[in-house]
């Protein structure tokens, strides 16, 4: 079936450093990938997102990158800080049947060390 | 805006016996999503309402596990005849239009089966 796949279960960055996370998925005809976060005893809220008809987008200090031949993106939080700890959850639309569907990956647990 | 509204916040039920979940969409909002979050599996989606009507209950355990929405004010997730295994945060949210719009997810109800 459809997938996406979220590469780094858990990320460890230096305060300030940057942090990357890579997710690829299945099918070529997903346009949307919504990217959300959980903080610790939160449910997820949405940050960022892009669609296919870009390659890059910008909100402060998360980008998003959508490499689509390579069915490849990845959100790049710069300048990181302690309250960017977090498990941060890829996403992408696709039509399946008869609606679009969101397929979520696993989740990358982001540690922003001091 | 209130935002999503889940109720109960935590609910405990002895195996065998049945929980009722209650999930109140944004205004406005046509789609409605539900999920279960636990350690091992992470986030799965179960459930899925545009308009009121079904669309797609693909990841829904096929017995004892049921899904309405009465009306564009509220929708409800059925267990009978609960298990252990059920235990699990049970996430709802919604969006403006479905797939290719961001979700807001509400708070969760954490379901814990004794």
């Known amino acids: 079936g459809e997938k996406v796949e979220q590469h780094e279960s858990t990320l460890s960055v230096r305060e300030g450093d940057s942090a990357v996370i890579n997710c690829t998925y299945t099918?070529?005809?997903?346009?949307?990938f919504p990217w959300y976060k959980q903080e610790a005893g939160k449910s997820l809220h949405f940050v960022i997102d892009?669609?296919?008809?870009?390659d890059r987008k910008q909100s402060q200090r998360l980008i998003v990158l959508l490499d689509k031949k390579a069915k490849r993106f990845s959100l790049h939080i710069t300048a990181t800080q302690p309250e960017d700890s977090a498990i941060y959850f890829c996403?992408?639309?696709?039509?399946?049947?008869?609606?679009?569907?969101?397929?979520f990956g696993k989740g990358t647990h982001l540690h922003v060390l001091p | 805006n209130a935002g999503v509204i889940q109720t109960p916040r935590h609910k405990v039920t002895g195996k065998g016996q049945e929980a009722t979940l209650w999930c109140e969409p944004i205004?406005?909002?046509?789609?409605v999503f539900w999920y279960r979050q636990t350690i091992v599996q992470g986030l799965e989606f179960l459930t899925y309402?545009?308009?009121?009507?079904?669309?797609?209950d693909s990841g829904m355990p096929k017995e004892r596990f049921s899904a309405q929405m009465p009306n564009q004010s509220h929708s409800t997730l059925k267990i009978q005849s609960t298990q252990p295994q059920d235990s699990a945060v049970y996430l709802c949210?919604?969006?403006?239009?479905?797939?290719?719009?961001?979700?807001?997810f509400g708070p969760g109800t954490r379901l814990t089966v004794l």
């Open positions: 949210a919604s969006s403006f239009l479905g797939g290719l719009y961001e979700q807001y």
């Open positions: 099918d070529t005809a997903s346009s949307y």
């Open positions: 892009i669609r296919s008809n870009v």
């Open positions: 996403a992408a639309s696709m039509f399946l049947t008869n609606a679009y569907k969101v397929i």
């Open positions: 205004s406005g909002h046509s789609a």
């Open positions: 309402f545009r308009n009121q009507a079904p669309i797609d």
